[in-house]
T-cell receptor, first 115, second 113 residues
Framework: DQQVKQNSPSLSVQEGRISILNCDYT??????FLWYKKYPAEGPTFLIS?????DKNEDGRFTVFLNKSAKHLSLHIVPSQPGDSAVYFC??????????????FGKGTKLSVIP | GEEVAQTPKHLVRGEGQKAKLYCAPI?????VFWYQQVLKNEFKFLIS????????ETGMPKERFSAKCLPNSPCSLEIQATKLEDSAVYFC???????????FGDGTRLSIL
């Protein structure tokens, strides 16, 4: 039973354009969501997060949107750069205060930014 | 340090042998997490620690797997009597508080032959 789903295994985007990566979740107890970027042979690198009390969080070129009613979040990268080419993982955790903060990951989306 | 340091980068063991992996969390971080990546893009939570205390071990296989975080020592994950199915990349992560972003090391690739 996959609680965090990234339905697009791959995405190609032209340099300078917007990249939109999507993530759906099924567990309504999740209340904190994160995006990680991963290069081969390296560990996931934290990019941006959002709490369930917000619907948007922005950090430079990265914006995460959360739609709680749809159980959907997305990561927008604007403008996309060739160095953004990597596998992006959506992760979720919660409920906060319940005693476990393990991350539940999606299967990732491989983003290729074409120069 | 400023990064989560995992050693060794790659560990090869024959089936039935013991494997021990190490993780030094970021200095000042109270929480440590272990994850197993078996298939290329699937992460499985194993165990977490709050300082030297087990916080959540719901993901740990009951047999063969054990972990510790002792004061002034790297955390460790030990697998007794390894099996072929234990071949995976094992990631360690740490966070300052419980519900803050976890920062990952580069993993240890365990190969069981």
């Amino acid at each position: 039973d996959q609680q965090v789903k990234q339905n697009s295994p791959s995405l190609s985007v032209q340099e300078g354009r917007i990249s939109i990566l999507n993530c759906d979740y099924t567990n309504s107890m999740f209340d904190y969501f994160l995006w990680y970027k991963k290069y081969p042979a390296e560990g996931p690198t934290f990019l941006i997060s959002i709490s369930s009390i917000k619907d948007k969080n922005e950090d430079g070129r990265f914006t995460v949107f959360l739609n709680k009613s749809a159980k959907h979040l997305s990561l927008h990268i604007v403008p996309s750069q060739p160095g953004d080419s990597a596998v992006y993982f959506c992760a979720a955790t919660g409920p906060s205060g319940a005693g476990s903060y393990q991350l539940t990951f999606g299967k990732g989306t491989k983003l290729s930014v074409i120069p | 340090g400023e990064e989560v340091a995992q050693t060794p980068k790659h560990l090869v063991r024959g089936e039935g042998q013991k494997a021990k992996l190490y993780c030094a969390p970021i200095k000042g971080h109270s929480y440590v997490f272990w994850y197993q990546q078996v298939l290329k893009n699937e992460f499985k939570f194993l165990i977490s620690f709050q300082n030297e205390n087990v916080f959540d071990e719901t993901g740990m296989p009951k047999e063969r797997f054990s972990a510790k975080c002792l004061p002034n020592s790297p955390c460790s994950l030990e697998i007794q009597a390894t099996k072929l199915e234990d071949s995976a990349v094992y990631f360690c992560a740490s966070s300052h508080w419980s519900n803050q972003p976890q920062h990952f090391g580069d993993g240890t690739r365990l190969s069981i032959l």
